[in-house]
């Protein structure tokens, strides 16, 4: 049962800790989302940023009187807006100014369509801003034309270092010396009349666009820009076999540390359980300083606190009742003297009383020495010293010791196969002595003992037909000095402290007694429980 409650704890755990996980895959998946924004919005900028290069560089050529001129005719031209603006004019954060300063183009969304560009001029006072809807054909051909523009007022020994310098990772700009290949018949013989040339590369989801430049030499040059690549977002396989990759890594690690945990928590179970059955020296090791740790170390306080209570108390009884055996004797031999010096019958009679007194003051000390005994050697962790029992043989002597006590209760052994078990024959004998007295002091007539072998332990039974004891009275039977006024008097003889020893000693050997009714007697049934364990080595 304490098995099934550890699994179902930790079973609720790491449910809460898969629940966890999945809220952490959620979590994941939106981080993804946001890197590929990030990318995207990267791929942007990377991508406008070599013709804002050349859109400024133009701008900071021409004179303030040209300029808006000039701005109309490349809105036209580009299907775009452009405009020189204050940078006071347009509401920008710490981190945006930085960009703009450090040469970046910025790409803001619109909040209709499209997007709005950002580069700041050289005198650090202006922003270059276009408006761009989209992306078309027209565009594509007026940037390409730009760029020829512009590397036609470049003397052709600057051009490729300018290139260069304008060049982006997303926009390759190229110089060359031969014509494009790749291109037909057709596309070669606009590229020769001066026109734009795109071409699209499908296998590699890319275009490029060409354009002859003129030349003031024998040798012609053209433009190449890109390929330009599209922008290619983490297909979503690899997105959902990376997210369950991290999710199974991080199970995994969840479950070994839950595991271990657990572990740790069965250790204290499994201590707590002994010291509950009376093995009081045992402790839990303490592996670390962590929470668990330090409740290995008070629980092993608590368990050595309660063992040093339980040493006192037992030094205790044991001082008393061996300091009570002194008194007991001298009285005695003072009754013995009385009786020797009188024959008076009535003085004789009181004295005899007065023996039968000692006698039983007598037998409770031994028994309270008994049970101090054995409570020590448990709550030590005393080994025994076991030997092959002859279950048969040892009830029979328990009957011929009980038998001349009892004349009126007939004692019976059940006819059986031979029963044997590994324990300490002293006080297995004892504990069914205990047993089949306790029996007779309430049986009406009858008391039957059964031993039956089973293949992991041996039961011993005892019945009578007394009154018996009533159910919800049965677990205060064994508690010291306890006793029932139906069923335990002190005209049935009896001091509560013999089935409190049947106890001990079953616990001792790992065992247990077990009290219920008889149904064949109809009194009260007492079992012993032995588990069958291999001899100990001489």
């Known amino acids: 049962m304490r098995r099934r409650l550890a699994d179902s704890t930790f079973l609720r755990v790491y449910v809460l800790l898969a629940l ?24 942007r900028e990377q991508l406008v940023e070599p013709p804002m290069r050349v859109l400024s560089r133009w701008v ?31 509401a920008l954060n710490y981190f945006s100014r930085t960009r703009l300063r450090s040469g970046r183009v910025l790409v803001i969304p619109r909040k209709d369509h499209g997007w709005r560009l950002w580069h700041l001029l050289d005198d650090q006072q202006q922003l270059l801003e276009v408006d761009v809807a989209t992306i078309s054909e027209q565009q594509l051909r007026g940037l390409t034309e730009l760029f020829a523009e512009w590397l036609a007022r470049v003397p052709a020994a600057d051009r490729q270092a300018q290139l260069e310098r304008m060049a982006g990772d997303a926009v390759p700009l190229e110089l060359l010396v031969t014509a494009p290949e790749g291109l037909d018949t057709r596309q070669l013989v606009r590229l020769a009349d001066g026109e734009v040339v795109i071409r699209l590369i499908p296998g590699r989801l890319s275009m490029a666009m060409y354009r002859l430049l003129p030349s003031d030499g024998p040798r012609a040059s053209w433009l190449a820009i890109g390929p330009v690549k599209a922008f290619e977002p983490l297909p979503l396989p690899l997105q959902l076999t990376l997210l369950m990759l991290l999710l199974s890594v991080l199970a995994a690690i969840i479950y070994l540390i839950v595991r271990g945990v657990e572990a740790r928590m069965a250790r204290l179970e499994l201590a707590a359980t002994r010291i509950a059955g009376g093995r009081l020296d045992t402790r839990v090791k303490v592996e670390s300083g962590d929470f668990l740790g330090r409740l290995g170390m008070a629980f092993n306080g608590m368990a050595a606190q309660v063992q040093s209570l339980l040493r006192a108390q037992q030094d205790m009884i044991r001082a008393v009742s061996h300091e009570l055996r002194t008194p007991v ?12 010096m009188t024959d008076d019958p009535a003085i004789r009679r009181q004295l005899k009383g007065v023996d039968g007194d000692i006698a039983e003051l007598d037998e409770l000390i031994d028994e309270i020495l008994t049970y101090a005994r ?3 050697e448990t709550a030590n962790g005393g080994e025994l010293e076991t030997s092959l029992v002859d279950c048969r043989a040892m009830a029979e002597r328990v009957i011929e010791a009980l038998r001349p006590l009892h004349g009126a209760i007939r004692i019976e052994l059940v006819e059986g196969s031979e029963v044997e078990v590994q324990a300490e024959p002293r006080y297995l004998q004892r504990a069914l002595q205990n047993l089949v007295a306790n029996a007779c002091r309430h049986a009406r007539s009858r008391v039957v003992i059964r031993l039956q072998g089973e293949p ?3 039961r011993l039974d005892v019945e009578d037909d007394g009154p018996g004891i009533p159910a919800a009275q049965r677990s205060e039977v064994f508690k010291p000095f306890a006793r029932l006024d139906d069923s335990r008097t ?28 008889s149904a064949e007697l109809g009194g009260a049934r007492f079992t012993l429980l032995l588990p069958r364990r291999a001899p100990t080595p001489a």
């Open 329 to 340: 004797a001298r009285i005695r031999f003072a009754v013995q003297m009385v009786e020797d």
């Open 374 to 376: 054995l409570g020590s």
């Open 20 to 43: 966890a996980l999945l809220l952490t895959f959620g979590l994941a998946l939106l981080g993804l989302a946001l890197v590929d924004q990030v990318r995207r919005e990267h791929y």
């Open 60 to 90: 900071e050529s021409l004179p303030e009187a040209r300029r808006e001129a000039w701005l109309l005719e490349r809105s036209e031209q580009l299907d775009m807006t452009l405009r020189v603006v204050p940078v006071e004019a347009r």
């Open 490 to 517: 002190r005209r049935s003889g009896g001091y509560g402290l013999g089935l409190s020893i049947v106890q001990k000693v079953m616990a001792w050997h790992g065992g247990s007694v077990v009290l219920d009714a």
């Open 456 to 458: 992991r332990l041996v």
